[in-house]
């Protein structure tokens, strides 16, 4: 029998289940990374369990989104944490690979993407025994495909907002930029002062001029320690 946990951030309950990649930190931190405006419209490519798109459409009630995953575990317990978050009428999912939106999502129709990717290449090293893990550490889809989805769906000017790995940084940017996104925020995430980042959080922007704006570090001893509440 599948085995369910339930956790809350930030008001939002969010039900885990195996066979779907658990909810994790990065997601959260994503999420609070991510500048959300009035009315808009988002995308969430790879949701897993709808982690980032529940705590997005939760910070505005007058926001949209649509999740989207290619496995059917994972699609359902989208739909399923956004019944249980009373969000069904604001939220979405897709069950299917983000490099086949043609003709089910239009082209230019959002104003941010947002996606929490797998970290590691095909083939870069042990995988772990559990089938989700796997699947959510190692890509099926290359950076280049994310990106070129990302930027097809994306108005000009539009936004989209990832995390990776610090020494997956170089191809994270230089996806972005061929595929017309330029890379206008970038943010370190560290667990404490004077250690070497773990994470990186990037936002950037379709159509962008160049200029790259980075704060200081997020140290996870402090977020931790505080409500994570995200840029309005």
Not at 101 to 128: C, H, K, R, T
Not at 185 to 198: E, I, K, S, T
Request: with cysteine.
């Amino acid at each position: 029998m599948e085995q369910e946990r339930c956790s809350r951030f930030q008001g939002v309950e969010l039900a885990d289940r195996e066979g779907v990649f658990p909810v994790g930190t990065d997601a959260v931190l994503l999420a609070d990374f991510t500048v959300l405006r009035p009315g808009e419209r988002l995308c969430d490519l790879g949701c897993g369990s709808g982690v980032l798109l529940l705590l997005l459409l939760a910070r505005r009630p007058d926001v949209r989104g649509v999740g989207v995953d290619r496995l059917p575990a994972a699609a359902e317990l989208t739909r399923e944490n956004l019944a249980r978050n009373g969000m069904t009428d604001r939220g979405a999912v897709i069950e299917g690979d983000f490099r086949a939106l043609n003709g089910i999502l239009e082209a230019g129709s959002f104003d941010l993407v947002v996606s929490n990717p797998p970290y590691f290449p095909a083939g870069s090293g042990a995988l772990p025994p559990e089938r989700e893990r796997a699947e959510a550490r190692t890509e099926s889809a290359t950076l280049e495909d994310l990106c070129k989805a990302a930027a097809r769906l994306l108005r000009w000017g539009g936004r989209f907002t990832l995390c990776h790995r610090p020494e997956r940084l170089t191809d994270v940017l230089c996806a972005l930029r061929e595929n017309g996104m330029e890379p206008k925020r970038l943010q370190w995430v560290q667990h404490r002062a004077g250690q070497p980042p773990n994470l990186v959080l990037v936002e950037a922007y379709r159509g962008g001029r160049p200029g790259l704006q980075v704060p200081p570090p997020l140290l996870l001893t402090e977020a931790q320690n505080a409500e994570i509440t995200g840029p309005q």
